[in-house]
């Protein structure tokens, strides 16, 4: 089994892309969790609830859950931004990975001496 991994890992064209759209997905969670965060400073809570507002594309809902505050009637949600960074992090630290293992192979096959 370790032996099929090894060989898949060392296919770069695919390890390469399979990075690059796990890369691209992360950013996109990034982005949406940063237009989050500004869309809710931007969204003012009044008197009578969520008034409407061009900058909030966002139902209410959306905001209610995990590290989401009101702050000076305006709402401070970083939720998906803290989600969309996590998810960075991971395939930031599975591309360290492979490329960590990718050149300890290379290393090892460089340092190979064959016998004249």
Do not use: C, K
């Amino acid at each position: 089994m370790r032996d099929a991994v090894d060989r898949l890992l060392r296919d770069l064209t695919l390890v390469t892309l399979a990075l690059a759209l796990a890369l691209g997905w992360a950013l996109i969670q990034v982005a949406e969790g940063v237009a989050a965060v500004v869309s809710g400073l931007l969204y003012g809570l009044g008197d009578e609830g969520p008034g409407p507002n061009f900058f909030a594309p966002y139902a209410l809902s959306e905001w209610v859950g995990v590290l989401t505050w009101d702050v000076g009637g305006r709402v401070l949600h970083l939720g998906s931004l803290v989600a969309g960074l996590v998810q960075l992090g991971v395939v930031l630290a599975v591309a360290a990975v492979i490329h960590r293992r990718l050149r300890a192979d290379s290393a090892g096959e460089e340092r190979v001496v064959e016998p004249s």
